[in-house]
C-alpha cells in the first residue's frame, strides 16, 4: 500500500526544500518515490505544498483528497487550509507559528481551536523557537524533518545522507547538527 | 545511476544523450528550469534569447548548421513563435531540432491555458507527449531521430505536472552513437520559402504527413495495454497516470505521440469493447480525432472538464459519471469555508511597491504586463488595470490614449519584458506622437520565473560576464525626448517625476532602476521597526501591501526576518513611527 506526505507552507520558507531532503531519503530507504509541486506564482508568499508518493510501485504523482497519511506544515493556517488531503488517521507535525496575510485579520485562537477540533494525531510545536534556541534560523525545517523521520519511521541514517546529497556543501553540517537536534526532541 | 529527477531535468538530459550541441530559449513557468539544467552539459550551447521566436530561429538555423538543436518555452511562448513554427513545417530540417514547450493546465502561473497539440496538428508537426520524468527523457531522446528521419521540426510536450514532478529514474549519461554532425544545408528550393518553392513544399509536407500516418500507427509510442474489464480508456500525459492509478484493470490505449492521431491502432482498439471514454486536459483533441474518424461509441467531455487541471478527484468523478467505477465512500476533513486566502505577493522590500503605491496614488490608467509586477494588481496596491500578453503594456496604452485623449494614462513593463516584445509599439508610440507614459521597471533580471538573466543583466545563463544593452541608450536612440530615470526607494524624487510626466503632453519614458532583491543576490539590509508609543493607527503603512508589516492590537508592526530595509513604509508613515533599526522590544 503507498503512503503519502504533503508538506505545506508559505512560499519561501524552504517546503520545497525539506519535500526534496525526504524524498531521496525515502529513494534510500528503497521506496520508488514520486513527488509534485508547482513553481511560479507559489514562490512570491504565496500558499505552497508539495506532495510525496511512496511505495513499491506508485504511478499518480497527485494524492487523492482523504488519501494521506502524514502532514509537514510550516505554518498553522496552511495546515489548516490541506486538511481535505487527511483522513481521521493520517500524523500531522506543524510548526506552531502563523504567517500573517497582507490585508487579513488572522484569528489565531481560531486557526488553532479549529486545527485541533479535527481528531487527528497532531504534534504542534514552535521549531522557529527551539532554533532560535540553537541559533540555528536558518534550518527551522530540517530541525522539523528531525523530528518527522521519527513520526514516518525512516531510519535516520538515510535522512542524514539525503541532507548530504541534496544541499550545498556549505550548508551539509550545519543542517545535520539542525537534524539531530529535531530527532532528539521529545 | 539511480536518482529522483524532475520533468524538466530529465528533458535536459534526453537532449545531451541524443547529441544535442545547441539549445535557446525563453523563460517561462513551467519550462525555465529545463535550458537551466541544460547549462551544465559543456557540450551544449546554450542561451536564453530575448523572445521565443528569436529562439526558435537561432535553433533552426543551428539545425541547418548540422547540429542537432532544440529550443524551450511555455505554451503562450508558442504563440509569439508561432510564425517561425508554421513555415519550418515547410522547410523542414537539417540536423535534428526539437521545439520543447510546456503547457500550464490549472494556470498556476500563466494567463490562458492553451492546448499546444491543436498547434502541432494546424502546423502539421509531429508532437509527442510523456507522462512523466522516465518518458520525458526517453521521449526527448527520440524526438531528434524522429525529426531527422521525417525531415520535420516535432513538438515536445510537456505540462507543468510533468515539468515539476520529480521520481525515481534510473539511467546513465552515456550518448547515443550514429549521430554525426552534418554539413551546412545549402538548398534555395527547400529553404527559400518564396511561393513557387513553397508551394512544392506543401506537397512535400502532405506526402511527410502520409509517412507519418503510418508511423503513429505503428509506433511503441501509441500502445494498447489489455485489461480484464470489458471496457477501454484512451488517453495521453498526466492523465495516463491518473486512469492508471484508478481503474488499473481498464483496457488502456496509450497515446505518447498525438499528432498525427493513430486512427487504424483506435479503430482496432475499440472495435471489441463494450465502452470506450476520452481522458484528456484541457481540449478534446483525441475525441474529436476519433469522431472525424467515425468512431462514435466514445465519449470524453461528457464526462471531464475541458477547463482546468486534472488530479485524482477530479478523474475518478469522471470514471463514476461514465459507469466505469463506482462511487468511493472515502473520508476526508473539510477545510474551513471562511479562511483567508494567501494569494501570491510582492517581496517585501520589491522595488516595484513604491511605483505601484504612487501610480495608486495618482489614481492613472495603468496598462500592465507580464512579469512579477502584475502583482501590482492585487489589493491593497489594486493598481493595474489590465494585463493581457508579453508587450501589451506599451500597445494597450497607446490605443487607450491615442483613442481617448481624456485619460491619462501610464504603461508599466518590465526589463526583460520590455525587450521581448515591448520596444516595436514604444517605436509605434514615438512615430505617432501618442502622448502618455511608459515606466520600464528595470531590475535587471527575469525575476517572475525564478531569476534568469536578459538582455540588460550583464551576465549570460552560464553566470559568465556578458554585453549589457543600455535602455536609456536605447530608447533614447528611438528619438524620444523624454527619458528619466529614477530609484524608487527615494520615494519622493520618484513620485514627483512620476506626476511631472503624466501631466506632460508628450511621450515620456521612465526607467525605474533599483535590482530585484533576489536575484542574482538577495538583498536584505538592516530592518526597521515600529515605534508603538507613535503609530497613530492610520494604517497607511499597511497599504502598500508589504509581507514584512503585520498589524496586532491596533499598531502596525514590522517582521525582522521579512524586512530587508527598503524604507517605503518610513517613507509613508506620517507620523515618522517607523525607523531603522532592531526593536529592542
Known amino acids: 500500500m503507498n503512503k503519502g506526505i504533503i508538506f505545506c507552507g508559505v512560499g519561501g520558507d524552504g517546503i520545497i526544500t525539506a519535500s526534496n531532503i525526504c524524498a531521496v531519503a525515502l529513494m534510500r530507504a528503497n521506496f520508488d518515490v514520486k513527488k509534485s509541486e508547482v513553481h511560479g506564482m507559489s514562490q512570491r508568499g504565496g500558499s505552497v505544498n508539495a506532495f510525496l508518493v511512496f511505495g513499491k510501485k506508485v504511478y499518480s504523482f497527485l494524492p487523492a483528497k482523504g488519501s494521506l497519511n502524514y502532514m509537514f506544515a510550516s505554518e498553522k493556517l496552511e495546515a489548516l487550509r490541506n486538511v481535505d488531503y487527511l483522513n481521521p488517521d493520517s500524523k500531522l507535525l506543524v510548526n506552531d507559528r502563523i504567517v500573517p496575510i497582507v490585508g487579513a485579520n488572522i484569528d489565531e485562537a481560531q486557526i488553532e481551536e479549529s486545527l485541533k477540533s479535527y481528531s487527528l494525531d497532531l504534534k504542534l510545536i514552535n521549531f522557529n523557537d527551539l532554533a532560535k534556541q540553537h541559533n540555528m534560523q536558518k534550518a527551522v525545517n530540517t530541525i522539523m524533518l528531525g523530528y518527522f523521520s521519527k513520526i514516518i519511521e525512516i531510519d535516520k541514517k538515510h535522512f542524514i545522507r539525503a541532507i548530504s546529497e541534496t544541499l550545498n556543501t556549505k550548508l551539509i553540517d550545519i543542517n545535520i547538527e539542525a537534524f539531530e537536534v529535531g530527532f532528539n526532541l521529545k | ?585
Open chain 2, 1 to 585: 545511476m539511480r536518482k529522483i529527477i524532475s520533468g524538466n531535468e530529465a528533458i535536459a538530459i534526453g537532449a545531451y544523450r541524443a547529441n544535442a550541441s545547441f539549445a535557446s530559449g525563453y523563460p517561462g513557468t513551467p519550462s525555465s528550469e529545463i535550458l537551466e539544467y541544460t547549462k551544465t552539459f559543456e557540450d551544449i550551447k546554450v542561451q536564453w534569447a530575448s523572445n521565443e521566436k528569436s529562439a526558435f530561429e537561432q535553433a533552426l538555423g543551428a539545425s541547418l548548421a548540422g547540429r542537432r538543436s532544440f529550443v524551450t518555452m511555455k505554451h503562450v511562448g508558442l504563440n509569439v513563435a508561432a510564425d517561425s513554427l508554421m513555415s519550418s513545417s515547410y522547410t523542414g530540417v537539417n540536423a535534428g531540432f526539437v521545439v520543447v514547450v510546456a503547457d500550464d493546465p490549472g494556470m498556476h502561473s500563466s494567463q490562458n491555458e492553451q492546448d499546444t497539440r491543436l498547434f502541432a496538428k494546424f502546423a502539421q508537426v509531429p508532437i509527442l507527449e510523456p507522462s512523466d520524468a522516465k518518458e520525458a527523457m526517453g521521449f526527448m531522446q527520440y524526438a531528434f531521430s524522429l525529426s531527422e528521419e521525417y525531415d520535420t521540426p516535432v513538438i515536445l510536450r510537456s505540462t507543468t505536472r510533468v515539468s515539476h514532478t520529480q521520481e525515481l529514474v534510473y539511467f546513465d549519461m552515456h550518448k547515443l552513437g550514429g549521430t554525426e554532425d552534418k554539413l551546412l544545408a545549402k538548398n534555395i528550393s527547400k529553404y527559400v520559402l518564396v511561393p513557387k518553392n513553397a508551394l512544392l513544399r506543401h506537397k512535400k509536407l502532405l506526402e511527410r504527413n502520409t509517412k507519418l500516418q503510418k508511423l503513429t500507427n505503428e509506433t511503441p509510442l501509441n500502445r494498447i495495454e489489455q485489461g480484464s474489464l470489458n471496457v477501454g480508456i484512451i488517453t495521453s500525459g498526466v492523465s495516463y497516470l491518473y486512469a492508471k492509478e484508478l481503474l488499473p484493470e481498464a483496457n488502456f490505449l496509450k497515446i505518447g505521440l498525438s499528432w498525427p492521431f493513430p486512427i487504424d491502432l483506435a479503430k482496432e482498439f475499440t472495435k471489441n469493447l463494450e465502452k470506450v471514454i476520452v481522458i484528456e486536459e484541457l481540449e478534446p483533441y483525441i475525441e474529436e480525432q476519433l469522431k472525424i474518424a467515425g468512431i462514435n461509441n466514445v465519449e470524453g467531455k461528457k464526462f471531464f472538464p475541458q477547463d482546468g487541471e486534472f488530479n485524482l478527484d477530479i478523474v475518478e468523478e469522471g470514471l463514476v459519471k461514465a459507469s466505469f467505477l463506482e462511487k468511493s465512500h472515502k473520508k476526508y476533513f473539510e477545510v474551513p469555508k471562511n479562511l483567508p486566502e494567501r494569494p501570491p505577493v510582492l517581496c517585501p522590500g520589491c522595488p516595484h511597491r513604491p511605483i505601484f503605491d504612487i501610480l495608486h496614488s495618482l489614481k492613472v490608467y495603468v496598462t500592465g504586463d507580464i512579469g512579477c509586477y502584475t502583482l501590482g494588481a492585487a489589493p491593497p496596491l489594486s493598481s493595474i488595470h489590465t494585463t493581457v500578453c508579453m508587450g501589451a503594456s506599451i500597445s494597450m496604452g497607446y490605443g487607450i490614449a491615442k483613442a481617448s485623449q481624456n485619460h491619462k494614462v501610464v504603461s508599466v513593463i518590465g526589463d526583460s519584458t520590455f525587450l521581448h516584445t515591448g520596444i516595436q509599439p514604444l517605436i509605434d508610440a514615438y512615430v505617432n506622437n501618442v502622448a502618455y507614459t511608459v515606466i520600464i521597471l528595470d531590475n535587471s533580471i527575469t525575476a517572475m520565473t525564478g531569476g534568469q538573466p536578459d538582455a540588460v543583466s550583464g551576465f549570460n545563463i552560464k553566470n559568465e560576464p556578458a554585453p549589457k544593452v543600455d535602455l536609456e541608450n536605447l530608447v533614447r536612440s528611438i528619438g524620444i525626448k523624454r527619458v528619466f530615470k529614477v530609484d524608487q526607494y527615494n520615494y519622493k524624487k520618484t513620485k514627483e517625476i512620476i506626476e511631472q510626466e503624466i501631466n506632460t503632453k508628450e511621450l515620456s519614458v521612465i526607467i525605474a532602476t533599483r535590482p530585484c532583491v533576489l536575484a542574482p543576490i538577495k538583498i536584505k539590509e538592516t530592518p526597521y521597526f515600529v515605534i508603538a508609543d507613535k503609530c497613530i493607527d492610520c494604517k497607511r503603512c499597511l497599504r502598500i501591501g508589504c509581507p514584512a508589516i503585520g498589524y496586532k492590537e491596533s499598531k502596525a508592526y514590522i517582521i525582522e526576518d521579512l524586512c530587508t530595509g527598503c524604507a517605503l513604509c518610513a517613507e509613508v508613515c506620517p507620523t515618522l513611527a517607523i525607523v531603522k533599526g532592531e526593536s529592542n522590544e
